[in-house]
């Protein structure tokens, strides 16, 4: 299967702050209204304009994937997107300082990281931290949901368990298929211990390399890795989908799994 319907040509909407709901303790999900109604496909993304936080007071861009399924905003203009915190960074403090009932401004939609998979392959969605956000629109979407693969699943990688979300929505849709890894955790974790490179390896004999699709979102390094891994196995470049939302540079340790 082709993506449904075709790319449409982003526009600039203005997006009124609904709700907040905190997921981690610095992860958190803000549910938007858009001044006008504009058309995605699951796993594209908003670039909101940061106003003023550029160098000499210039605004700034960030991307932000849409969280939120493509149906739930024909109807209503809304749509949530889930947000990381980073310690002194323009633009998720700006949207974490965001007070319900203001506005950001954005273009959107924007992105050929989308959901294109037949029904006759299995599909492995990878994601560390907010890497999920696309996920979670993909497999809430009709284009999903209409046509779906042999199996899905998807491998969600944290630090440790406090750093976990959206089990409650993804379990009931997945069942199994929803497999949280934790590098470093604490307490009585009785899942996955390991990144989700680690599980892919420990798994390999479990996963038809040749008939799957695999979606990878997040970490740069953690897709790098992934990749390999894919390539050991054989899986043809065109199965391998990816989106990379940030390179760790030399002395950072923002890594949402190490
Ligand atoms: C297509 C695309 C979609 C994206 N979608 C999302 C999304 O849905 N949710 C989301 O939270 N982010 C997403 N991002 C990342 C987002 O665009 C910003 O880069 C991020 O929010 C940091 O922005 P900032 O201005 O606060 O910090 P910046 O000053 O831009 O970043 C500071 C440093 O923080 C690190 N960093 C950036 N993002 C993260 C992160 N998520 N976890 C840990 N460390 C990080 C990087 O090493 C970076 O150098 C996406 C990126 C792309 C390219």
Redesign the pocket.
Known sequence: METTKEKVKPIVVDAKLLSRKQLTADVFEMKLESSLPFTFLPGQ?ISVV?PGAGPGGRDLR????I?SSPELMPSDNVFE????L?EG?????YLNNMKVGESLKGSVPF?DFVYKTSSSKHVIFIAT??GI?PFRSMVLSKVFNENKPLSAKILFGARDANDLFYADEMVPLLGNGFVETLSRPTGNWSGFKGRVTDWLRQNSNAIDWKNTDFYLCGNGAMIDEVKQILTTNEVDKSAIHQ???????PG?T???QD
């Open positions: 993304f940061v960030r991307a932000y994937s969280a997107l889930c947000v990381k980073v960074g323009p633009g998720t403090n992105g931290g907010t956000a989106e990379v939302y940030y390179k760790v540079k950072e923002h890594t949402s």
